[in-house]
């Protein structure tokens, strides 16, 4: 699971849950994988984020090295730093562990890089 | 199908856009949405089709879940959704609990509020009959879309292909459809909601239908009703 996937999931289709998110992660298993740079959708993607929540989790799998808690201007004029999250949003990936939701505990196994948010019949709203 | 789904996606152009892919199984779609230069993060229901994408190498997010469940994603983060030959499965109830119009509903619903402002929907589907199509729409458009369903080469048994279209910033004109001269032929619209109140089976209210349904049920009552004639609900001028 790539971590601009992690960054859009929520848990809100559980019942009883409002926003459910961010997703905690757990991660047993973590591969880099190369993807090909492109600074523009790099640049268009990151107003789109909620960097707070990108940078705790690449903490939670220690990978925020390098990586700055907040966003300076001009961040798209910055190669390096666009790079640097280039790597962190797609070329993390957790294989293996699971993801908690933050209001009701509920956790989602992530099996072969695959968040499985399937819901049983009692927690469908 | 995919090309022709991102072409009725209507996308700026030259730009790298987060796309939403439902029912992407094996990822066949995701690789052309890649090879255009979008991002995107695709969810289906069955592990073994997205094992296949896994082993294919796609780039784009996978996500196990079931559309029927809800879209699980943050508000606005989509610039747009495609879906190829997925949706009709929503209208099978694959267990005693499904409910098809609740789960198309909770779709709907959650689609829309995972888009970004003016973003697009866009579902290449095989609808079995009439009844199903206009399930569709009517539910698309409970959630909050515009929008209607583009035919491509309608005369042709062989080539026909349904597209839902929908939208989210408001009333727009639907794309021309494929293998058709006239821009009107064959397509479902739909644009303004207050029209189709009378779908959700209660006459509008105020209307002669309402009135004669509103005498008939105080007479049940056992009030009395004047009997109902010609001039019952009549339409009055202005004077009145």
């Known amino acids: 699971m790539k ?119 009692a927690e469908v709203q | 199908m995919t090309e022709r789904c991102l072409e009725l996606l209507l996308l700026p152009e030259d730009s790298s856009c987060l796309l939403l892919d439902i029912g992407c199984g094996s990822g066949l779609s995701g690789t052309v949405l890649e090879e255009n230069g979008h991002m995107w993060i695709g969810m289906d229901i069955s592990s073994s089709m997205l094992d296949v994408a896994v082993e294919r190498d796609t780039e784009g997010g996978l996500v196990l879940a079931d559309m029927g469940e809800g879209v699980p994603f943050r508000a606005g983060c989509f610039d747009g959704a495609v879906s190829v030959s997925a949706i009709q499965w929503l209208f099978n109830a694959d267990k005693k609990t499904h409910n098809p119009v609740k789960r198309l509903n909770k779709f709907f619903t959650t689609l829309y509020s995972s888009l970004s402002r003016s973003a697009r929907a866009v579902f290449q589907f095989y609808p079995e009959n009439e009844k199903q199509l206009e399930l569709l729409t009517t539910q698309a458009m409970k959630a909050g879309f ?53 779908i959700r089976g209660k006459p509008i209210k105020n209307s002669k239908d309402w009135i004669l349904e509103k005498k008939e049920r105080r007479r049940k009552q056992g009030k009395i009703t004047k009997p109902d004639t010609k001039y019952t609900g009549r339409k009055r001028s202005g004077r009145f």
């Not at chain 1, 973590?30 to 990151?46: H, L, W």
């Not at chain 1, 984020?49 to 300076?72: F, K, M, Q, T, Y």
């Not at chain 1, 990936?93 to 072969?112: D, N």
């Open chain 2, 146 to 198: 515009y929008g209607g369903v583009v035919i491509d080469y309608p005369n042709s048994a062989k080539a026909k292909k349904f597209f839902l279209v929908l939208m989210t910033g408001g009333v727009g004109p639907l794309p021309q459809a494929l293998g058709t001269e006239e821009p009107d032929s064959l397509q479902v619209k739909y644009a303004k909601r207050e029209a189709t109140k009378g």
């Open chain 1, 3 to 121: 971590l601009i996937t992690h960054n859009m999931l929520t848990s809100k289709c559980l019942k009883g849950v409002v926003t459910g998110y961010p997703l905690a992660i757990n991660a047993t298993d973590i591969k880099v994988k190369e993807v090909d740079f492109n600074p523009e959708f790099i640049s268009r993607v990151i107003p789109k984020l909620d960097w707070e929540v990108l940078w705790v989790a690449a903490d939670s799998i220690g990978h925020s090295d390098g990586l700055p808690r907040s966003l300076e201007n001009k961040y798209d004029e910055n190669e390096e730093f666009l790079k640097k999250a280039h790597k962190v949003l797609l070329e993390v990936e957790v294989e293996e562990g699971h993801l908690t939701c933050p209001e009701s505990g509920r956790q989602f196994p992530i099996s072969k890089g695959i968040p499985n948010m399937l819901l049983n019949e």
